[in-house]
């Protein structure tokens, strides 16, 4: 199914779906009040497409099934609709709402290439409320990493790092308590993966990319807490990695682990 649409592919018959947000804020909803492409619903990534955060499971830990369906419901989103998600900083947050549905079991889910500054129609004001939708979702549908899996699996396989490369090395950790990365990652920041307009890489750019990162057989991706490594696996889904896997609990709660070890440098 493809990853992106668009803006001159939207039309009245999808879901649209607002996820702007930022590490740190202030919340989207402002921004989505002062103006926002006409029919998209806001949806609020830190209260629906995660649950509670805590040092065990992370700051964005995956939500549990029956609030993210309740939340999708509230959307809009009907059996067979598709979905479309966009934000104002190159889908770096709406591709948590692209993989989380995906995850959920939505078939049809994309990301408007571009985002908000794709839109050359004019934008609507206020909030905006979509009659209930009667959407069913299941966990499960995309692989996953967990806490006990992830050392294994970055010997075995190609752990991909989607933070800022400071991060990565250890030269600064604006929220999590200890910097630095999981050893045996390969930082691979996310916002590489777009263009100067914020669209994505063609597929073939983002391919080659990969591959001289290593990604050669089974891929993995984390970030801080597991929004901006969604953004990472809709670059690899562009370029033929389809089953790339989330650690969903990223860097938040594996340095939240003090028995693990935590590596510095490139």
Do not use: K
Not at 49 to 56: D, H, M, Q, Y
Not at 67 to 90: F, S
Not at 174 to 191: C, E, F, K, L, N
């Amino acid at each position: 199914m493809p990853v992106l649409i668009t803006a001159g592919e939207l039309h009245d018959d999808l879901a649209l779906l607002d996820v702007r947000w930022q590490l740190g804020g202030p919340p989207g909803i402002e921004d989505y009040r002062a103006g926002h492409i006409p029919g998209a619903v806001f949806v609020d990534l830190d209260t629906e497409l995660a649950g509670p955060p805590s040092a065990e499971r992370g700051r964005h830990p995956l939500p549990d099934i029956a609030d993210l369906q309740a939340a999708a419901r509230r959307w809009g989103v009907r059996t067979g609709q598709t979905v479309v998600a966009y934000d104002a900083t190159g889908n770096l947050a709406a591709a948590r709402a692209w993989w989380l549905l995906r995850w959920a079991g939505l078939e049809d889910v994309r990301l408007l290439d571009g985002g908000l500054a794709a839109w050359e129609g004019e934008l609507a004001a206020g909030d905006e409320h979509a009659a209930p939708g009667d959407v069913t979702l299941s966990p499960g549908h995309l692989p996953t990493i967990a806490l006990d899996e992830v050392a294994t699996f970055a010997q075995r396989a190609t752990l991909l790092d989607a933070r800022a490369a400071e991060r990565f090395r250890g030269e600064v950790e604006p929220v999590d308590p200890r910097a630095g990365h999981i050893p045996g990652a390969v930082s691979a920041p996310t916002t590489e993966n777009l263009a100067a307009d914020g669209r994505f890489l063609p597929a073939d750019t983002l391919r080659t990319r990969f591959e001289a990162l290593g990604a050669d057989g089974r891929v993995g991706v984390y970030c801080g807490s597991g929004v901006t490594a969604a953004h990472e696996l809709a670059a690899l889904a562009i370029a033929g990695y389809e089953d790339a896997a989330l650690y969903p609990g990223s860097f938040s709660q594996w340095s939240n682990q003090p028995e693990l070890p935590v590596a510095t440098g490139d």
